[in-house]
């Protein structure tokens, strides 16, 4: 019990927990991590200095599979690529997109990526349940330290429940940490949606009573993240009081506020739209890695004549994974929008080799050289991979441009997503006036005309334009009950749908596929009469 490096396998939480795994110390930058390996287990659950060198090593344990490089660094993706907003390429993350893989308990999909997610959320539930259990015994504390420990670890394990359950429906959810006497009771059936529901409001209105809005350190959880957390499980109970009250509060705090659309992305997200980001802080010891979420959703350009890999290009891109027809549409629709100029996404590639431009090409011209083709694969093919618009949203400005690896902050919750919550749980409650106020807020954001009508649709259109590939699109059309429509009208592009080996995804897909199937060597944890999702036994 007393060396941190010590593992222990639980089936209690499904999956082999590193509950006393090595934790990181909280002394001079955030995620400036000393390594503490002669400190017991005792000291981090017993001392106040502990607990918030564990709360740290949460933050470090949030961020492992963002930077997790197998399979090309898909597993942070493949929300997107099972989105109606992609197009899947090629690579690992395009045989999600194709339900190829994740699709059933048999493929490779499913026990690798699906599995990290699983064991992912899972790992941090179990560490922050012992943190919350250290704080809560302990006697020999301030009382707004105390809190400040058990906020921020109610947050971390709000959100990682919430991600199951959206994720995997039939979810079990438990308190209590894992120790040498439970680590092998073995749960007999999910918990319900109440007992779920009712842990996340419980766990953030805590964390709202007692977290700031301006945490000391960017990248900790403050209350608008809290606040902003408690809209969208607001959202889900179809509780459109609360998510609109939740809303306004943000909005209205004066702690947060929209940026210009050039600066939402740019460096490292320290402004007053993001509420909430993962650090990848470099060159720090035990701190951020580097990941390639970049690299997989900018188009291979460089492999045109007349193109070499840039700043302003997007940096290096293998174009494995991109915008789909629909939102390239949905973005076109005004002319005047700002977030395909290089900001969130770029839809031009220029020259910018002059010894191998082509006949006819300047420098600074926009790549065009290819034509997305509803028949001719090859052509299609290398409009995909070569000139595709891409997403910027995780490129890093300040490494080399040929460098796939890069270290940039990534946003989780900002500020736009809050206004479109606000927008649709007003709209709902009959309050017209406010939801135009907020979905106009952002529009208007973009430099595109206000409107004056508003319908869920609407929302889902502005939230397709302002959020894609951030991971919610996903989970936004499965609460409204509009991902199957959606998927089978837009999934990846009909050429591209037809081109695969293995068939056209929209004849595989199944309503059924709304809940991610539960890896069978996590089945194999559970009790015997788990009930598995519906359609994958």
Known sequence: MKNMNLNIVSKRIFAVVFALAMLSSCEKDFLED??????????LYTTPEGLESAVVGLYSLNREIY????????????????SDLGVGITGEVSLYSRLLWGASLGDFGTTSGINAHWVHHY??????NAIIRGAENLQDIDESRKNQILAEAKCMRANAYFSLYRLFNNIFITTEPTTPENAFDVPQDKSSVEEIFSLLRSDLDFAIDNLDYNPEQFGR????????LRAMVALWEEDWTEAAAQADAIITSGNHSLVATEEVFAGELDHSETLFAINFERETIGGGSQHIMSWNMVSAYSDAPGLIQSVENGGAGAGFISLNQYIIDLLNEDPDDNRKNNTYYIFEYAYNDESALPPGKELGDPLDLY??????QNEFMLYYRRQNPGVLKFFDETVEP?????????MIYRLAETYLIGAEAHMMANNTTKALEYLNAVRERANTDPVNSIDLQAILDEGARELAFEGQRWFTLKRTGKLYEFLLDHMNNDNMNE???????????????ENWPIPQQQMDLLGPNYPQNEGYN
């Open 34 to 43: 000393k390594l503490r390996s002669n400190t017991s287990v005792d000291f």
């Open 67 to 82: 930077q997790d490089l197998s399979l090309n660094g898909t597993y942070p993706l493949i929300l997107q690529a099972k």
């Open 123 to 128: 790992r941090i539930v179990d560490r922050c």
């Open 221 to 228: 959880w403050g209350q608008g993240a809290a606040r902003h």
């Open 371 to 376: 034509e997305n083709s509803e028949t001719d």
């Open 402 to 410: 040929t460098d796939r690896n890069h270290f940039k902050n990534i």
């Open 499 to 513: 081109s695969y080996p293995e068939g056209n995804p929209k004849v595989l897909l199944r309503e059924y596929m």
